[in-house]
């Protein structure tokens, strides 16, 4: 099992900027990609960044240009750096780790609340 902590939400204004952390730790062996998906009110889950073993990054377009996908692998911790934050960005953020050992698996974090609001 693999467990998921986020930190780093909370309520920041329009343009405003906030750094989201997610800590892995269990059985983390296997895993080949990390990232971060938010679901707003009403909407399905979507996906946000994402960052494989390999360094390779993927963003959402909505983001591309505002947010940044890092991570510190001595210390299994991917990181959101989102920047100019609009209202349409408030949602809960998750984040996700995918595990490829026989089988892929993905594991989820509790969800941490980011509100863009003047």
């Known amino acids: 099992q693999v467990q998921l902590v986020e930190s780093g939400g909370g309520l920041v204004h329009p343009g405003g900027s906030l750094r989201l952390s997610c800590a892995a730790s269990g059985s983390i062996f296997g895993i080949i990609s990390m990232g971060w998906y938010r679901q707003a009110p009403g909407k399905q889950r979507e996906l946000v960044a994402t960052i494989r073993r390999s360094d390779a990054t993927n963003y959402a377009d909505s983001v591309k240009g505002r947010f940044t996908i890092s991570k510190d692998s001595a210390n299994n911790t991917v990181y959101l750096q989102m920047s100019s934050l609009k209202p349409e960005d408030t949602a809960v953020y998750y984040c996700?780790?995918?595990?490829?050992?026989?089988?892929?698996?993905?594991?989820w974090g509790q969800g941490t609340q980011v509100t863009v609001s003047s």
């Open positions: 996700n780790a995918e595990q490829q050992l026989i089988h892929t698996r993905n594991y």
